[in-house]
Nanobody, 129 residues
Framework: QVQWVESGGGLVQPGGSLRLSCLASGFKLEYYTIGWFRQGPGQEREGIACINSGAPDTYYGDSVKGRFVISRDNAQNTAYLQMNNLKPDDTGVYYC?????????WGTGRRGAPDYEFWGQGTQVTVSS
């Protein structure tokens, strides 16, 4: 059974940093492209960063490019999101999925993953002074 357990969120001041983790179970992470998604207050859940299973190549949304770094440890079956220089607009619940929205790779197309069925509980990030 596919399961994700996201962790590492919390309350942080603007300009601070957090490192999120996403532990996968029920499948081998190394064979899949992995995405981090964010759902802000009153907003749709959208992809913000992806890492593929190959080179690995990484892709970022414009709102996080240059501040966030996605990585993976296949031996630990875990994906990570290092978030630096956090802003209040980064507030939201963060999720992992074995999906990468076309908008992150090609700049157009869907931004979320509405058909993905295996969402975890997410981890809350609040950026506030």
């Amino acid at each position: 059974q596919v399961q994700w357990v996201e962790s590492g969120g919390g309350l942080v001041q603007p300009g601070g940093s957090l490192r999120l983790s996403c532990l996968a179970s029920g499948f081998k992470l190394e064979y899949y492209t992995i995405g981090w998604f964010r759902q802000g207050p009153g907003q749709e859940r959208e992809g913000i960063a992806c890492i593929n299973s190959g080179a690995p190549d990484t892709y970022y949304g414009d709102s996080v490019k240059g501040r966030f770094v996605i990585s993976r440890d296949n031996a630990q079956n875990t994906a990570y999101l290092q978030m630096n220089n956090l802003k209040p607009d980064d507030t939201g619940v963060y999720y992992c999925a074995a999906d990468c929205p076309p908008a992150l790779v090609w700049g157009t197309g869907r931004r979320g993953a509405p058909d993905y069925e295996f969402w975890g509980q997410g981890t809350q990030v609040t950026v506030s002074s």
